[in-house]
Structure formats: C-alpha cells, structure tokens
C-alpha cells in the first residue's frame, strides 16, 4: 500500500511543482516506489507465500496493482503472475463457497467471496489482453458473488449477513458486481474466440443477445448515457460507466470480428459485421472524450492515473477494427475484376472512419515515447490511411520513437525456494538491480498481437 501511495505520488506530480525542481533526480519517486516494491517481494518471500496463509492473496492482488500502475503495454510476466495467484487461491480453496466449510465465519465467508471477484477480473482482464486463454474454468468454481454491502454493514461479530442492498444503493462493492457480471457473458465471448472447435452462427447471436441484456441489467447508476448525464457525479464513477461501456463493445469486436473476413461478406453475417464496425467507431470515440477529459481542466484529471493499459488495450483492438475495414474496401477497390460478394460495403461512412482513425493517431502519438504498442498503432494507421500501392510497413526504431528510458532486464518472481539470503543483503538504492528486480519485464515485442502482423494486416488472423 505504500508502494502504491509513492506511486500514485509521482505520476500526480505535476512538471513544474516544487518537488520536481528541487534538484532530486527526475526519476527519484519512481526510485523509492521500487524500494517500496522490492521490500514487499521481500516479505512475500519471508512469509512463504506460495503456501498460502493469512493476506497471501491480499498482498498479491495489491503487488499486482503495483506492478500495473505505469505499464503502457501488458506484458507476459504479468499473466505468470496472475497464473500464481489463482493457483493460491484454488490451493485455499477460494474456488468453493465458504457455505461448504462450517468453521469459516460469515465475515470470513464474505470476505473471501470478495477477493475471489477480484482474482476472476484479473485473470479474464489480463488473459483477454494477451489473447490467450483464462486460467478459471466455471465447471470448478462455485463461489457465489459478494453481496452489495457496505464496510459497514457487517463485521467480524456478525453472526449473519444481511441481505443485499438495492442496487440503486452505490456501495464500493456495485462495481464489482456490474464487472463480473459483464465477465459472466464475456467468459462465453472469450471462449467462443480461443477454442479451437468452431461454433455456429447461431451461437454467436445468442451470446451477442446476451451481451446486450447484460449491459441493460448494469445497475442504472453505472450506465453511460453520455458525459452531459455525468457531470453530477464523481470522476470516478464516470471513469467506471466508461470502462463498462468499453467493456460492451470490446466483447462486440471479439465475437463478430471473424466475420469481417472478405471470405464471409455473405448477407447473412452483415449483421455481425455492423455491429463489430459500430462497436469499433463508440470505442475511438470514448478514447477521444477520455484524451479530452484528463486534461488539465477536464472532468478526470484527477484521476487520470486510471487510464492504465486495460483501457489501452480496448483502444487498440477498435483501432485494428477500423484499419482492416478501411485497408480491405482500398484493396476491393484495386480489383476491377471482384467477384459479386466482394461489392457488399458496410454501411459505415468511410468518410467518418478516416476522421475517427487521424484522431486516434494523434492520441497515440503522444503515448508513442512509453508504449510500443502506440507507435505501432501510429505507424498502421498511417499506412491505411496513406495507402497509395506501397505495401511496406516501416520499421519501429528507437530514431522514430525515442523511448522515455532504457529498457529494463528480464526480471521474474522467484517462489520462497530460491535462495534469497544474499538478496535480503542487497543495497536498495533507487536505480539499483535489486530495486528493479520485483518488476516483470519481459519486454514483450507485440509479435503475438495479430493487428500488427506483416504486409499492412493483409494477414491478419480475424478468427483468433
């Protein structure tokens, strides 16, 4: 939690206050955040945490977000990390309702449900990332979800828990609610996209029916209706509605976007194919209004921290969207010769998608010195964009986008088996090895990302 305070510390720090000026290295919060860090993987170590225990899973869930704060592009160690924590969960048994063990108090019992929501969030949010597979099966896992309580409503005396408030009542723990919810239908979205057996067209409009009723049932306080029916609550509570209205059509993409393959424009997926285009379109026109609004003077500046890469992640996906509508219509337009499927045209104005996709590159130019996976969108776009015959995309280097630092070492999270005697000795100077050790840097390259694969996604694989 300190880690976290130094953290939230230096990214609030505005350029030009007195802190910044005052003649300490620039990077001198970011050097104690990762004295803090190391010191928490110390305690881990000493505590044993792979067998379990008492804040085992507390710890790690906030080592987690330590690790998340200021990553701009998801990166593999992460998923190992999460992988870590669902099997110390599942070894706790957080995978069973705490209704199956009588010596387990119903604050315990709640307390656990808890923390199980937030492990299932983290393993589909990060596994979603990374495209690959989620860790949690439902066919194992019976925990029920927490109820809409207040901290105060129960505590460690109570011999009963009360009933769930109404979900007009914004607890800390409706948000929760209205995620795992929407991961409910996301888990069957996922899988339909992973699995390597094929489904049918009409399993892919029944769940497409179920994403739709799940956004209707968010509790009315979490919906987005717009940022002026927003300007009455806290920036937090708008960050939220964004993110669950993101949330939406990101599992829109994900589940129609194979049938934007210029193999499937058959009238019988145009449905699919306009919904994958209109969900892509909301999703760039949220990332604008979020760009505009962490502003100085806009509504989420203060929470701006917020914006991590689950956001970017989304942005990314509708950004890929629109570039392959736009690179697929120039290359049908290059055929004079086209066959009578190849002539059916979305009804999304290519005028439009060219607008939107220059304002998405303008806001990824300015994230390009910490993320590589900015600069690959600037650098797509800009080549469907200006897509006059040359088919060479150009090549990333650090003289196009300089980074913002160098590059840290492959790093990993050793179990309490390592031998870590010499490591407790080490000195945690801000910058030193030790101090950069907890970190998982795997500096993945993006070659797993399939948006950005060769030859101006003319490869793109739309069914994975």
Not at 54 to 64: G, H, K
Request: hydrophobic share 40%.
């Amino acid at each position: 939690m300190i880690c976290l305070s130094a953290q939230l510390q230096a990214s609030l720090d505005p350029p030009n206050s007195a802190h910044a000026q005052s003649g300490r290295p620039l990077h001198a919060a970011e050097g104690i955040a990762d004295a803090y860090r190391t010191k928490a993987t110390q305690c881990l170590i000493l505590g044993h945490y792979t067998k379990g225990g008492p804040y085992a899973l507390e710890t790690l869930i906030l080592y987690f977000l330590t690790e998340c704060f200021n990553l701009k592009d998801m990166e593999i160690g992460i998923w190992v990390l999460v992988g870590t924590i669902v099997q110390i969960a599942i070894h706790m048994g957080y995978h069973r309702d705490a209704k199956h063990f009588p010596n387990i108090s119903p604050f315990a019992g709640e307390m656990r449900r808890r923390v199980w929501a937030m492990i299932v969030q983290l393993d589909f949010g990060v596994s979603t990332q990374l495209g690959l597979p989620r860790l949690i099966k439902e066919s194992q896992t019976d925990t029920a979800e927490p109820r809409n309580l207040g901290d105060s409503d129960f505590d460690e005396s109570t011999t009963e828990l009360p009933q769930s408030r109404p979900e007009t009542e914004a607890t800390p723990l409706l948000y929760v609610l209205a995620k795992l919810r929407l991961l409910a239908v996301g888990a069957k979205v996922a899988d339909v996209a992973t699995e390597p057996r094929a489904h049918s067209y009409m399993d892919v409009l029944e769940l497409d029916r179920q994403i739709k009723e799940a956004r209707d049932a968010l509790p009315s306080s979490l919906k987005w209706n717009g940022l002026g029916m927003s300007l009455n609550v806290s920036s937090q509570i708008i960050v939220q509605r964004i993110w669950l209205e993101v949330s939406v059509h990101q599992l829109t993409i994900v589940l129609h976007k194979k049938f934007l393959d210029p193999s499937r424009l058959h009238q019988h997926y145009r449905s699919s194919r306009t919904a994958c285009l209109n969900a892509a379109m909301k999703i760039l026109d949220l990332q604008r209004l979020v760009d505009e609004e962490i502003q100085t003077d806009g509504l989420l500046y203060q929470v701006r921290w917020r914006v991590s890469s689950a956001f970017s992640n989304d942005f990314l996906l509708a950004t890929s969207i629109l570039c392959y509508c736009l690179q697929t219509h120039t290359e049908k337009q290059e055929r004079p010769l086209a066959s009578p499927g190849d002539a059916d045209i979305e009804p999304v104005e290519l005028d439009n998608i060219r607008l939107v996709l220059k304002t998405s590159q303008s806001i990824w130019s300015h994230q390009c010195a910490d993320s590589k996976e900015a600069q690959k969108a600037v650098i797509a776009i800009q080549y469907v964009l200006d897509n006059a015959g040359a088919r060479v995309e150009p090549p990333i280097t650090d003289e196009v986008f300089p980074r913002s630092g160098p590059t840290a070492a492959v790093s990993y999270f050793p179990d309490f088996t390592s031998s870590y005697d010499d490591f407790l000795s080490l000195e945690l100077e801000p910058g030193s090895q030790a101090a950069a050790w907890p970190t998982f840097a795997s500096n993945l390259n993006g070659d797993a990302v399939q948006w950005t694969r060769a030859s101006g996604f003319q490869q793109m694989d739309l069914s994975s």
